[in-house]
């Protein structure tokens, strides 16, 4: 018998830490749904003394998911552990995740604790979590440059309080796999009551290495990994859980744990949290990419169409790809349109949320030929994204022109607050002449931090996705538009980032709140 490897999914706290992927509450309760359908033993849904608004999204997933344990995080102090214990109240299973900074450099330069002070407060801290719950998680924060003999010290103690699971953190990416696994053999070896809680690796990708020490501590008795979707999350992000639970589900011969996740909804959950965040998922991303399991080269081919394995060390079908396509047309039903997307993972709240999207379908496909299973997962996002709280602009028409030899310009129509408004600019280009002409309307005093573009399938008619990030006063958020046409796309963007940008309800990043 295999041990079980307990998947802890952090998208909706650390993830979203990333710059410009705050969410809504209700759109992190889409993603723990989906979540919870991938079957990850854990969902740690965010920092409850962060914000009113975190607290209520924690206690709105710990209401909405039923088989999965839902964690809150709290610092080492009370306000944020009640806090924890109050928004997990509703969860079948739920967990409080407190943590305290371990190494020299973090107790002397930012908490200004001596290491007994440290120790006293993590007790404190865990007992305190008890009295909520049970399950009890606690992390040494910056354990990677943290003295061992301390570490082995206050690990101890924690146990003795009633931590039932041991987080090891590479808070900023400093470890290399080698040093990382012998660490965690030194724990498990050297503190008495290791057997009784069991020990987590929470890996940052700063150099690249986020997976690769992950493993290391898998290989060397960790029986939790906290990973994210996509690898979303601060700086260069944390563990992708696709890359981790595949690369054990497919190395069976080395690793002697598996973890239960369904593999099928990887693609699913991948592209919801790319839709959400705006964060778009590069095309040789291991597992999710969409190069990832495409042959360009003729010896690739030739040996995949002889047998697969040649190249091949995993079945795309098994992690969520698929090569049917879309045969829906403009003549197809609402009810074949709903069975369709329900194959594909997506349902919907309301019978308005899926009317909204057979009217975009039928829309797309008066103008495109033929339609995709890509091309519908893109249109629900779309959908989806601009549906924003307190929406204050809205696109209702854009006409842009361009013409070798002359400035190009573009007249866009928005719906600006209850009232339509109409501008006209000219720019360096048709996309630079639409955004002018969108800030005239509006005058966001915001600045363009980043601008990109993707296709969503192949063909000169495809779909394109953009992205665009935006920030003003220090708050960055991303929009996301899809389109025929890139610079209508491209509109839906900016207008999307800009009603993200006035809703009080998006935050910047989740815990400097609570700093």
């Given at each position: ?19 410009g ?9 889409r993603?723990?749904k ?46 944020d ?18 943590f ?62 009633g ?59 960790a ?58 998922v ?60 329900k ?16 009217v ?13 299973d ?74 363009l ?67």
């Amino acid at each position: 018998m295999k041990d079980e490897l307990i998947i802890f999914d952090t998208t909706l706290r650390d993830g979203e830490q990333s710059p410009g992927a705050s969410m809504t509450k209700e759109e992190k309760v889409r993603i723990a749904k989906q979540l919870e359908k991938l079957r990850v033993n854990v969902i740690e849904a965010g920092f409850p003394a962060a914000s009113q608004g975190d607290f209520e999204s924690v206690h709105a997933v710990a209401s909405a998911v039923k088989d999965v344990t839902v964690c809150g995080l709290a610092r080492a102090v009370e306000n944020d552990i009640v806090r924890a214990g109050e928004a997990i109240q509703p969860a079948e299973s739920g967990r409080i995740h407190t943590f305290i900074a371990t190494s020299p450099i973090h107790m002397e330069k930012k908490l200004k604790m001596s290491p007994d002070q440290v120790v006293e407060r993590a007790v404190w801290a865990v007992k305190r979590a008890r009295d909520f719950t049970d399950n009890v998680e606690f992390s040494p924060e910056d354990a990677g440059r943290s003295d061992i003999d301390f570490l082995c010290r206050v690990i101890e103690a924690a146990i003795d309080a009633g931590a039932t699971t041991i987080n090891i953190p590479d808070t900023v990416g400093y470890n290399i796999p080698e040093q990382f696994g012998a660490l965690f053999e030194q724990l498990l070896n050297r503190i008495p009551n290791a057997d009784k809680a069991i020990f987590s690796a929470h890996c940052h990708n700063d150099l690249g290495l986020a997976v690769a020490n992950s493993l290391a501590a898998v290989s060397a008795g960790a029986r939790q990994v906290e990973c994210t979707i996509n690898g979303l999350g601060e700086r260069a992000g944390n563990t992708a859980l696709e890359e981790l639970v595949m690369a054990v589900r497919t190395r069976q011969d080395i690793f002697t744990v598996d973890s239960r996740i369904y593999t099928p909804e990887i693609l699913a959950a991948s592209r919801l949290v790319a839709g959400i965040t705006g964060f778009a998922v590069q095309p040789n991303k291991a597992i999710v990419g969409t190069n990832a399991f495409s042959h360009e080269s003729g010896i690739h081919q030739d040996g995949v169409l002889k047998h697969r394995e040649t190249y091949e060390i995993m079945r795309a079908e098994d992690v969520g790809w698929s090569t049917n396509k879309m045969v829906l047309g403009k003549h197809s039903g609402r009810s074949a349109f709903r069975a369709r997307l329900k194959e594909l993972g997506i349902e919907f709240e309301t019978e308005q949320e899926l009317s909204d999207a057979f009217v975009s379908f039928k829309d797309l496909a008066d103008r495109k030929h033929e339609i995709y299973d890509e091309d519908l997962q893109a249109l629900v996002t779309d959908n989806n994204t601009r549906r924003v709280e307190n929406e204050t602009f809205r696109l209702i028409a854009l006409k842009a022109n361009t013409e070798m030899g002359d400035q190009p310009s573009a007249e866009i129509t928005l719906w600006v607050a209850g009232e339509e408004k109409t501008a006209s600019a000219v720019g360096g280009g048709v996309v630079d002449a639409t955004f002018k002409a969108i800030e005239q309307l509006v005058n966001s005093g915001a600045s363009l931090e980043l601008y990109s573009v993707s296709n969503v399938t192949n063909g000169t008619d495809s779909l394109g996705e953009t992205t665009v990030r935006m920030e003003k006063a220090g708050r960055i958020v991303n929009g996301q538009g899809a389109d025929t046409d890139i610079v209508t796309a491209s509109a839906k963007a900016y207008i999307n980032a800009l009603n993200k940008l006035l809703d009080p309800g998006r935050k910047a990043h989740p815990q400097a709140a609570a700093v």
